[in-house]
């Protein structure tokens, strides 16, 4: 149970004050009642920690939990309050850890059990809350349910995953996200197929079993006893399917959720998920997508619906994922669209980067040296004022950038080589797919923390486990710690003034001049507070015309000296960012 949740509490009153049972069982509820109305995982800023790149304290090149730990006070000057961490499990590391063969043990490279508690307490003490990541897709193929279910058809956990028998043929075809071959893998023992959405090493679970379930739920109260505040359910839309598993039509996969996941019983998965989890526990869940309409996103995480209470989406991410610049008009489409239908009901998260693509600046902002530090300022700036909780990938809050990587030898992501092996098959132009390959590999953003100058830019005394970006010497904390100019001093405030200011949390969003082709504009209302938010997303400067201009207050933030305002006109310099109030 929570460490700050009054469940102990509860037990001891029952148990010491038996006289007394009635009254203390309506404190308790009261508590527990005004607990579970609590939003904290709405008025948070979540920085996202990948653990192996974040810092190595015993000179392995891996990251560990004592790195974080000895980061605590780095993350709280952040002043974010959630930390969301990438799997550390004990795992084969096919994917990075996506791959989990025991979900209650540590992978020893990350430090152990006392170690983890020790990181998670530093935290609470901190005011940060703590997201774990739960891989329930699918398992690794070394988990000991596979290795059993695998062996024999008559294993007690052969009905954990998918099967296909031979007899019945060949399975129907079924696409994977990382295998070139498909999605079905035969095993000989027991002469039969199983189902892996993503790699052959990461065979999927079976929902439908009640007892597999089970085991789910016991694995998140374990990880909910040990403190862990909230879950980040990887995958998740993929752990419902079709399992009559009819013929896909040709080209089926480019619509992949649509085929692949959110049948209804997913509901049935989730609201079971939270009776047994969620609400008892009084965590929070998020999960990975958002099914493909806004519909399914409604059902996922709408609160009268008891299943998950926040999700992202990847129409955001989806904007930029080759080389040639998307559309700004797009990009405030897509941003405005998804907040009108959210304004009543519903929660989701905002991000634009993280471990699955590469850096925020180069995808959506300007990486030369000349712009990178007030493009990144503007998209900080974005995504800590819109309506939402803000998810910032650590690096960001220094302007980190991709890392150049043109030739596929370099590359160790599973994604990187299937997507490679793909392209082979099917003769597309190798050169073309490496260029594309070099600005959206997920390679680019698990590059080692940039601390300081110092070697390996003080990740690791050992030989890091992923280069460096070169860029280290310029880009890293030490540099900007004293820079009140910095990309991270800008973050620091940026997030002081979402945490201050509830208008930026629930405000109302209106956007202004929507077909403005250079800058985006909006405002934030709030009762009687009103703020007007001004990005300049191009490298020139730009001019916007509002009537507000009289009622402009305090600029309350502003990556540039001064905000140029001639009669009713704003001149945006390349890249300005400002938040302004507003008298009402
Ligand atoms: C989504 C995760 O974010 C990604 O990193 C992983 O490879 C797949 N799920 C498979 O677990």
């Known amino acids: 149970m929570k460490k700050n949740i009054p469940f102990f509490l509860i037990i001891i009153l029952l148990i010491n004050c038996k006289e007394s049972t009635k009254q203390s069982e309506s404190i308790a509820s009261e508590v527990v009642e005004s607990e579970r109305n609590s939003t904290w995982w709405k008025e948070g800023v979540l920085y996202q920690i990948y653990p192996q790149s974040f810092k190595d304290t015993d000179g392995d090149g891996f990251g560990d939990f004592r790195g974080v730990i000895e980061k605590l006070d780095y993350l709280e000057s952040l002043g974010i309050t959630m930390v969301w961490m990438n799997p550390f499990f004990e795992?084969?590391?096919?994917?990075?850890?996506?791959?989990?063969s025991d979900y209650r043990a540590i992978h020893p490279r990350y430090g152990t059990m006392e170690d983890f508690q020790e990181m998670l307490d530093g935290m609470k003490s901190r005011g940060i809350k703590f997201v774990l990541d739960v891989v329930v897709n699918h398992s690794s193929d070394e988990h000991e349910w596979f290795q059993s279910a695998r062996s024999s058809r008559d294993s007690e956990y052969r009905d954990y995953y998918h099967w296909w028998p031979a007899e019945k043929g060949k399975p129907p075809h079924r696409h994977s996200l990382f295998d070139p071959e498909g999605g079905w893998d035969y095993v000989e023992e027991t002469d039969s197929y199983y189902l892996h959405t993503f790699a052959e090493a990461q065979p999927d679970l079976n929902w439908e079993n009640p007892k597999l379930r089970q085991e789910v739920y016991d694995i998140m109260k374990f990880w909910a006893?040990?403190?862990?505040?909230?879950?980040?359910?990887?995958?998740?839309?993929?752990?419902?399917?079709?399992?009559?598993?009819?013929?896909?039509?040709?080209?089926?996969?480019?619509?992949?959720?649509?085929?692949?996941?959110?049948?209804?019983?997913?509901h049935e998965y989730l609201k079971e998920m939270y009776k047994e989890v969620i609400e008892p526990y009084n965590v929070f869940a998020v999960a990975e997508g958002a099914g493909s309409t806004f519909k399914d996103a409604h059902d996922l995480v709408d609160a009268d619906r008891n299943e998950l209470q926040?999700?992202?989406?990847?129409?955001?991410?989806?904007?930029?994922?080759?080389?040639?610049?998307?559309?700004?008009?797009?990009?405030?489409?897509?941003?405005?669209?998804?907040?009108?239908?959210?304004?009543?009901?519903?929660?989701?998260?905002?991000?634009?980067?993280?471990?699955?693509?590469?850096?925020?600046?180069?995808?959506?902002?300007?990486?030369?040296?000349?712009?990178?530090?007030?493009?990144?300022?503007?998209?900080?700036?974005f995504l800590l004022s819109m309506r939402g909780t803000p998810y910032t990938y650590y690096g960001d809050e220094l302007g980190m950038t991709n890392i150049d990587m043109p030739t596929i030898e370099e590359y160790v992501d599973i994604d990187a080589i299937g997507k490679y092996k793909t392209a082979l098959a099917a003769n597309e132009d190798v050169e073309e797919f490496m260029k594309v390959l070099n600005y959206s590999s997920r390679e680019n953003s698990r590059t080692p923390m940039q601390w300081n100058d110092t070697d390996n830019a003080g990740f690791t005394s050992g030989m890091p486990w992923k280069k460096v970006n070169p860029n280290y010497k310029e880009i890293n904390v030490a540099a900007q710690e004293n820079n009140p100019n910095s990309v991270l001093n800008h973050f620091r405030k940026?997030?002081?003034?979402?945490?201050?200011?509830?208008?930026?949390?629930?405000?109302?969003?209106?956007?202004?001049?929507?077909?403005?082709?250079?800058?985006?504009?909006?405002?934030?209302?709030?009762?009687?507070?009103?703020?007007?938010?001004?990005?300049?997303?191009?490298?020139?400067?730009?001019?916007?015309?509002?009537?507000?201009?009289?009622?402009?207050?305090?600029?309350?933030?502003?990556?540039?000296e001064a905000l140029t305002i001639n009669n009713n006109t704003i001149t945006l310099k390349?890249?300005?960012?400002?938040?302004?109030?507003?008298?009402?």
């Open 494 to 560: 940026m997030v002081k003034l979402r945490k201050e200011n509830e208008v930026l949390v629930y405000g109302d969003y209106q956007i202004i001049q929507q077909e403005h082709p250079e800058i985006y504009a909006y405002t934030r209302t709030l009762d009687n507070q009103k703020m007007l938010v001004l990005l300049n997303f191009t490298d020139q400067d730009s001019n916007i015309s509002l009537p507000e201009v009289n009622s402009l207050n305090n600029t309350l933030i502003n990556n540039y």
């Open 91 to 100: 795992s084969p590391l096919v994917d990075n850890g996506y791959d989990i």
């Open 574 to 584: 390349p890249y300005q960012a400002a938040i302004v109030s507003i008298k009402k």
């Open 310 to 381: 926040t999700a992202y989406h990847f129409e955001y991410v989806d904007m930029s994922r080759t080389p040639e610049r998307y559309e700004l008009s797009e990009f405030k489409e897509v941003f405005t669209l998804w907040d009108k239908e959210f304004s009543e009901n519903g929660w989701l998260a905002i991000f634009l980067s993280n471990h699955d693509n590469s850096r925020l600046v180069d995808r959506f902002g300007n990486p030369s040296p000349e712009f990178r530090t007030v493009s990144t300022q503007m998209l900080n700036t």
């Open 225 to 266: 006893e040990k403190g862990v505040d909230g879950f980040r359910m990887d995958a998740f839309q993929f752990a419902s399917k079709d399992t009559t598993y009819p013929e896909f039509p040709e080209g089926h996969e480019k619509d992949f959720v649509k085929w692949y996941g959110m049948r209804p019983q997913l």
